[in-house]
């Protein structure tokens, strides 16, 4: 199983999102690898301060570098799972209804980008992120 997080520009919410993810599916012994991208984004930039911060809170080792949504990425995966309503609006002439998920499908709320903000608000975004990753972890036992 293969999760792609989608965000803007893959250096805050969808890096954040594959660091809480993978940790948690690896913590429940679920066998799923996540990756991330972006749809406005070059490739090689790190990940933001503060998501780096976030993800040393928690003890989680991770490297990352920002890169687009490819169609090779988009076809390899099996749930693509971007962050908000606009992020899923621009991906679904590419990718098939049944993989295609807004974080507010499965959680109720989209995940607000916290570029530029400050630790709390990325904070915030984690919290919301560890709620994405109990439903993607849920919806892959399902299966």
Do not use: W
Request: glycine fraction near 4%; aromatic fraction near 6%.
């Amino acid at each position: 199983m293969k999760i792609l997080f989608v965000c803007t520009g893959n250096t805050c919410r969808s890096p954040l999102a594959q660091a809480i993810t993978q940790r948690m599916l690896d913590d429940r012994k679920i066998d799923a690898e996540c990756e991330s991208a972006g749809l406005t984004c070059g490739y090689g930039e790190e990940v933001s301060e503060n998501s780096r911060k976030i993800i040393a809170e928690r003890g989680i080792f991770y490297t990352h570098q920002s890169r687009p949504v490819t169609r090779q990425l988009l076809d390899s995966s099996d749930m693509v799972i971007c962050m908000t309503s606009p992020h899923k609006q621009a991906l679904m002439p590419y990718v098939s209804a049944e993989k295609l998920y807004e974080a507010k499908d499965l959680t109720g709320e989209e995940i607000d980008d916290p570029y530029g903000k400050d630790l709390q608000a990325y904070r915030d975004c984690a919290a919301k992120l560890d709620k994405l990753a109990d439903a993607v972890c849920k919806k892959i036992s399902e299966r």
